[in-house]
Protein backbone atom coordinates (compact mmCIF):
# COMPACT_ATOMS: atom_id res chain seq x y z
CA UNK A 1 0.00 0.00 0.00
CA UNK A 2 3.13 2.41 -0.45
CA UNK A 3 2.68 3.25 3.08
CA UNK A 4 0.27 5.91 2.44
CA UNK A 5 -3.15 7.00 5.08
CA UNK A 6 -6.14 9.20 4.45
CA UNK A 7 -8.08 10.99 7.23
CA UNK A 8 -10.80 10.49 7.85
CA UNK A 9 -12.14 7.51 6.22
CA UNK A 10 -15.61 8.43 5.52
CA UNK A 11 -17.01 12.12 6.47
CA UNK A 12 -20.76 13.83 6.62
CA UNK A 13 -20.38 17.76 6.63
CA UNK A 14 -22.84 20.71 5.31
CA UNK A 15 -22.87 23.01 2.52
CA UNK A 16 -20.67 25.82 3.27
CA UNK A 17 -18.63 24.45 5.90
CA UNK A 18 -14.98 24.27 5.36
CA UNK A 19 -13.46 20.74 5.28
CA UNK A 20 -9.76 19.52 5.24
CA UNK A 21 -8.33 15.78 4.25
CA UNK A 22 -5.12 14.40 4.90
CA UNK A 23 -2.90 12.50 3.39
CA UNK A 24 -0.10 10.98 5.47
CA UNK A 25 3.01 8.81 3.70
CA UNK A 26 5.70 7.50 5.49
CA UNK A 27 8.48 6.68 2.97
CA UNK A 28 9.21 10.11 2.18
CA UNK A 29 8.25 10.18 -1.87
CA UNK A 30 8.52 13.06 -3.68
CA UNK A 31 5.39 13.91 -5.57
CA UNK A 32 2.00 13.43 -4.09
CA UNK A 33 -1.19 13.91 -5.91
CA UNK A 34 -5.16 14.05 -5.16
CA UNK A 35 -7.73 12.74 -7.01
CA UNK A 36 -11.89 12.79 -6.75
CA UNK A 37 -13.73 9.65 -7.83
CA UNK A 38 -17.15 9.79 -9.63
CA UNK A 39 -19.49 7.38 -10.96
CA UNK A 40 -19.20 7.53 -14.72
CA UNK A 41 -16.34 9.67 -14.67
CA UNK A 42 -13.53 7.81 -13.36
CA UNK A 43 -10.45 9.64 -11.32
CA UNK A 44 -9.71 12.96 -12.30
CA UNK A 45 -6.90 15.00 -10.82
CA UNK A 46 -7.32 17.47 -8.28
CA UNK A 47 -3.94 19.38 -7.09
CA UNK A 48 -0.23 17.72 -7.11
CA UNK A 49 2.99 18.62 -5.32
CA UNK A 50 6.24 17.96 -6.19
CA UNK A 51 8.00 19.32 -2.82
CA UNK A 52 7.49 20.81 0.51
CA UNK A 53 5.36 24.29 -0.38
CA UNK A 54 5.48 23.27 -4.62
CA UNK A 55 2.51 22.41 -5.50
CA UNK A 56 -0.03 23.09 -9.54
CA UNK A 57 -3.60 22.44 -10.62
CA UNK A 58 -4.76 19.49 -12.22
CA UNK A 59 -8.15 19.39 -14.20
CA UNK A 60 -10.11 19.74 -11.16
CA UNK A 61 -8.96 22.00 -9.06
CA UNK A 62 -11.77 24.64 -8.82
CA UNK A 63 -12.81 25.00 -5.07
CA UNK A 64 -9.84 23.31 -3.68
CA UNK A 65 -6.73 24.59 -2.03
CA UNK A 66 -4.01 22.12 -0.70
CA UNK A 67 -0.83 22.90 1.35
CA UNK A 68 2.21 20.53 1.28
CA UNK A 69 4.01 22.38 4.70
CA UNK A 70 6.48 18.88 5.15
CA UNK A 71 6.78 16.03 2.94
CA UNK A 72 4.68 13.44 4.56
CA UNK A 73 1.63 15.58 4.86
CA UNK A 74 -0.42 16.42 1.57
CA UNK A 75 -3.71 18.62 3.15
CA UNK A 76 -6.87 19.28 1.13
CA UNK A 77 -8.66 21.89 1.83
CA UNK A 78 -12.45 22.49 0.67
CA UNK A 79 -13.00 26.21 1.78
CA UNK A 80 -16.65 26.10 1.21
CA UNK A 81 -18.20 22.61 0.25
CA UNK A 82 -21.00 22.32 -1.91
CA UNK A 83 -23.11 19.36 -2.71
CA UNK A 84 -21.05 18.93 -5.62
CA UNK A 85 -18.12 17.91 -4.05
CA UNK A 86 -19.90 14.90 -2.65
CA UNK A 87 -17.02 12.45 -4.09
CA UNK A 88 -14.54 9.38 -2.66
CA UNK A 89 -11.06 11.80 -2.67
CA UNK A 90 -8.08 9.24 -3.46
CA UNK A 91 -4.76 10.49 -2.24
CA UNK A 92 -1.86 8.84 -4.36
CA UNK A 93 2.16 8.59 -4.44
CA UNK A 94 4.84 8.47 -7.04
CA UNK A 95 7.60 6.30 -6.13
CA UNK A 96 10.36 4.40 -8.20
CA UNK A 97 13.50 5.43 -10.41
CA UNK A 98 13.25 8.46 -12.52
CA UNK A 99 10.69 7.51 -15.48
CA UNK A 100 10.17 4.54 -13.93
CA UNK A 101 8.21 6.60 -11.22
CA UNK A 102 4.43 4.64 -11.00
CA UNK A 103 1.09 6.12 -8.53
CA UNK A 104 -0.06 3.93 -5.82
CA UNK A 105 -2.81 4.91 -4.38
CA UNK A 106 -4.44 5.15 -0.87
CA UNK A 107 -7.78 3.61 0.57
CA UNK A 108 -9.80 6.73 0.03
CA UNK A 109 -11.94 8.89 2.01
CA UNK A 110 -15.48 9.40 1.35
CA UNK A 111 -16.87 12.42 1.51
CA UNK A 112 -21.02 13.46 1.48
CA UNK A 113 -22.13 17.18 1.55
CA UNK A 114 -25.50 17.66 2.18
CA UNK B 1 -4.05 16.92 -23.73
CA UNK B 2 -4.08 13.67 -23.57
CA UNK B 3 -7.27 11.52 -23.14
CA UNK B 4 -8.44 7.61 -22.49
CA UNK B 5 -11.62 5.90 -23.71
CA UNK B 6 -12.77 2.93 -21.93
CA UNK B 7 -15.22 1.64 -24.87
CA UNK B 8 -17.11 -0.59 -22.77
CA UNK B 9 -19.14 0.60 -19.36
CA UNK B 10 -20.01 -3.29 -18.45
CA UNK B 11 -18.59 -6.18 -19.49
CA UNK B 12 -19.38 -10.02 -18.63
CA UNK B 13 -17.94 -12.92 -19.04
CA UNK B 14 -18.52 -16.21 -18.28
CA UNK B 15 -15.70 -17.69 -15.48
CA UNK B 16 -12.59 -19.57 -17.16
CA UNK B 17 -13.66 -17.30 -20.25
CA UNK B 18 -11.03 -15.40 -21.70
CA UNK B 19 -11.41 -11.56 -21.27
CA UNK B 20 -9.99 -8.18 -22.92
CA UNK B 21 -10.95 -5.15 -22.20
CA UNK B 22 -10.26 -2.07 -24.44
CA UNK B 23 -8.27 1.08 -24.11
CA UNK B 24 -7.48 3.87 -26.28
CA UNK B 25 -5.87 6.81 -25.79
CA UNK B 26 -4.55 9.98 -27.10
CA UNK B 27 -1.17 11.37 -25.95
CA UNK B 28 1.45 13.35 -28.83
CA UNK B 29 4.40 11.40 -27.28
CA UNK B 30 5.29 8.20 -25.45
CA UNK B 31 2.72 7.09 -23.56
CA UNK B 32 3.58 6.11 -20.29
CA UNK B 33 0.03 3.34 -20.05
CA UNK B 34 -1.17 2.15 -16.88
CA UNK B 35 -3.74 -0.83 -15.56
CA UNK B 36 -5.13 -0.19 -12.18
CA UNK B 37 -8.08 -2.44 -10.36
CA UNK B 38 -10.43 -1.84 -8.11
CA UNK B 39 -12.67 -3.96 -6.04
CA UNK B 40 -15.82 -2.35 -4.50
CA UNK B 41 -15.26 -0.01 -1.68
CA UNK B 42 -11.55 -0.48 -1.92
CA UNK B 43 -8.88 1.52 -3.63
CA UNK B 44 -6.88 1.02 -6.45
CA UNK B 45 -4.34 -1.37 -7.07
CA UNK B 46 -2.07 -1.33 -10.07
CA UNK B 47 -2.00 -4.41 -12.47
CA UNK B 48 0.57 -3.65 -14.68
CA UNK B 49 2.49 -0.41 -16.66
CA UNK B 50 4.08 0.24 -19.83
CA UNK B 51 7.09 2.66 -20.65
CA UNK B 52 8.84 1.54 -23.27
CA UNK B 53 10.59 -1.99 -24.64
CA UNK B 54 8.23 -5.21 -24.93
CA UNK B 55 4.89 -3.79 -26.19
CA UNK B 56 3.34 -7.33 -24.23
CA UNK B 57 3.98 -6.74 -20.93
CA UNK B 58 2.86 -9.30 -18.00
CA UNK B 59 1.19 -8.00 -14.91
CA UNK B 60 0.04 -9.38 -11.42
CA UNK B 61 -2.79 -11.77 -11.13
CA UNK B 62 -2.21 -13.49 -14.32
CA UNK B 63 -2.72 -10.49 -16.14
CA UNK B 64 -1.13 -8.88 -19.33
CA UNK B 65 -1.61 -5.98 -21.77
CA UNK B 66 -0.48 -5.24 -25.60
CA UNK B 67 0.85 -1.55 -26.29
CA UNK B 68 -0.60 -1.23 -30.42
CA UNK B 69 0.92 2.29 -31.08
CA UNK B 70 -0.55 1.46 -34.55
CA UNK B 71 -4.12 1.72 -32.77
CA UNK B 72 -3.25 3.81 -29.88
CA UNK B 73 -4.86 1.05 -27.82
CA UNK B 74 -3.32 -0.73 -24.61
CA UNK B 75 -5.76 -3.44 -24.52
CA UNK B 76 -5.65 -5.66 -21.13
CA UNK B 77 -6.24 -9.55 -21.57
CA UNK B 78 -6.58 -12.45 -19.16
CA UNK B 79 -6.79 -16.14 -20.27
CA UNK B 80 -9.13 -17.63 -18.00
CA UNK B 81 -11.35 -15.47 -15.41
CA UNK B 82 -11.97 -16.03 -11.91
CA UNK B 83 -15.13 -15.02 -9.66
CA UNK B 84 -12.72 -12.91 -7.92
CA UNK B 85 -11.71 -11.08 -11.07
CA UNK B 86 -15.16 -9.22 -10.28
CA UNK B 87 -14.39 -5.33 -10.56
CA UNK B 88 -13.34 -2.21 -11.74
CA UNK B 89 -11.07 -1.58 -14.30
CA UNK B 90 -8.97 1.53 -15.20
CA UNK B 91 -6.85 2.26 -17.76
CA UNK B 92 -4.85 5.87 -17.36
CA UNK B 93 -2.33 7.78 -19.23
CA UNK B 94 0.47 9.63 -17.61
CA UNK B 95 2.48 12.80 -18.93
CA UNK B 96 4.97 14.79 -18.01
CA UNK B 97 7.96 13.44 -16.67
CA UNK B 98 8.90 9.91 -15.55
CA UNK B 99 5.58 7.71 -15.55
CA UNK B 100 3.15 10.50 -15.36
CA UNK B 101 4.69 13.30 -12.98
CA UNK B 102 2.04 15.66 -13.49
CA UNK B 103 -1.33 13.32 -12.91
CA UNK B 104 -2.18 10.58 -14.99
CA UNK B 105 -5.70 11.04 -17.04
CA UNK B 106 -8.24 7.99 -16.39
CA UNK B 107 -10.67 6.26 -18.66
CA UNK B 108 -13.84 6.21 -16.95
CA UNK B 109 -13.61 2.28 -16.53
CA UNK B 110 -15.18 -0.69 -16.98
CA UNK B 111 -17.18 -2.95 -14.58
CA UNK B 112 -16.63 -6.62 -15.22
CA UNK B 113 -19.24 -8.70 -14.01
CA UNK B 114 -18.12 -12.60 -13.79
CA UNK B 115 -21.08 -15.19 -13.79
CA UNK B 116 -20.56 -18.73 -12.78
Known amino acids: DAGITQSPRHKVTETGTPVTLRCHQT?????MYWYRQDPGHGLRLIHY???????DKGEVSDGYSVSRSKTEDFLLTLESATSSQTSVYFC?????????????FGPGTRLLVL | AQSVTQPDIHITVSEGASLELRCNYS??????LFWYVQSPGQGLQLLLK??????LVQGIKGFEAEFKRSQSSFNLRKPSVHWSDAAEYFC??????????????FGKGTHLIIQP
Open chain 2, 92 to 105: AVGAGSGGGADGLT
Open chain 1, 49 to 55: SYGVKDT
Open chain 1, 27 to 31: ENHRY
Open chain 2, 27 to 32: YGATPY
Open chain 1, 92 to 104: AISAGQGEWETQY
Open chain 2, 50 to 55: YFSGDT
